[in-house]
């Protein structure tokens, strides 16, 4: 009988384990370098959120459920991220109740459009500050069928840019020295007062105002001291007419009103009451005190007045008309 030896595998020798664990060691290596290089990647993103004053955000859109919000959530809304990671209504909460509609209903907009960009609202933060944000969001467009949809978001804050817009137009609108509209923006507003109440065949008057012998003024008392009545004048022509008059300085001496929706009768009483709140007006240069009072026209949208210019024109007339009959008077035309 042939006695056959079995097969034994010589066991290792240190030639055959150096490959083996040389290998072993440059992939333990590969992966703690690469576990390095994940986590730099992770504080360096860690690190420029911090720095982004934009507040990033992500909200699953069946939930609400805000998924993630970055630190610059707390400097801009002055309020806590993890509040608001556990309930959504805290965003609504922070939003300026004249703006509120408006950012809901724009924010819907992204599932029409998938995204939204030129959402602007303000906010309030916890310290009471109103803050503008623009907020830009887009649906995120991986998502398969049937997953969450889920909206992204940047909102920045422009709280500067728009003090910087709101100065610029103030100033681009208003009479420098009696903060009234200054003639432009004035005849602007008062073609758009005048085209609604056409189309909506509703009242609208006219008033234009003249300071009576005010070059009188200047030559008496100065130039500095005319300012100062030019100034009471407006004041007082703001302090009387009604919420959604329109008031301006169109002229060296003359102003003007627009009443939309009032009535000849009412139109001649607020006529009246500006003309006596001015003549009550008591002015005093070097201990002595003087008056003045205004010339007004007043004229009332007809079916005639094609354009704003024929109602100005007529008002125009009728204050011509009243400096005639010895100033200090309304006269309508």
């Known amino acids: 009988m042939v006695h056959e030896t079995p097969y034994v595998t010589a066991p290792p020798t240190v030639e055959h384990t150096r490959p083996a664990a040389a290998a072993t060691l440059l992939a333990l290596m590969h992966a703690q370098g690469e576990v390095e290089r994940l986590s730099e990647r992770e ?117 500067e840019k728009k003090q910087l817009e709101l100065e610029l137009h103030r100033l681009a609108t208003t009479d420098a020295l009696t ?63 009604r919420r959604g008059d329109l008031f301006g300085r169109i002229g060296g001496e003359e102003f003007a009103a627009v009443l939309p929706g009032c009535a000849p009768e009412m139109a001649l009483q607020v006529a009246e009451r500006l003309g006596k709140e001015i003549q009550q007006l008591t002015f005093s240069y070097d201990g002595q005190d003087f008056n003045v009072t205004i010339s007004q026209g007043l004229a009332n949208l007809s079916e005639e007045d094609s354009t704003l210019d024929s109602l100005f024109a007529r008002a125009d007339a009728a204050m011509y008309e009243a400096k005639r009959l010895g100033k200090n008077r309304v006269v309508a035309g």
């Open 179 to 241: 903060q009234s509209s200054n003639r432009r923006h004035f005849f602007e507003c008062a073609n758009q007062a005048f085209d609604s109440a056409c189309a909506q065949g509703a009242p609208l008057a006219f008033l234009l105002l003249d300071i009576d012998d005010f070059k009188d003024v200047n030559d008496t008392y100065g130039h500095l001291e005319g300012d100062q009545v030019l100034r009471r004048i407006a004041e007082s022509g703001r302090g009387v007419l």
């Open 43 to 159: 504080q360096l993103l860690s690190s420029l959120l911090v720095s982004v004053n934009a507040v990033l955000w992500a909200v699953d859109w069946e939930s609400r459920r805000v998924l993630y919000v970055s630190p610059a959530y707390e400097r801009v809304f002055g309020r806590s991220a993890g509040l608001l990671l556990a309930d959504h209504r805290e965003w609504r909460n922070s939003i300026h109740p004249e703006d509120l509609d408006y950012a809901e209903h724009s924010l819907h907009r992204v599932l029409e459009h998938g995204a939204v960009e030129d959402r602007e609202y303000r906010i309030i933060t916890a310290d009471g500050q109103i803050r503008w944000l623009s907020d830009k969001c887009y649906i995120n467009q991986q998502a398969e069928p049937g997953e969450p949809v889920i909206v992204v978001g940047m909102a920045e804050d422009i709280t």
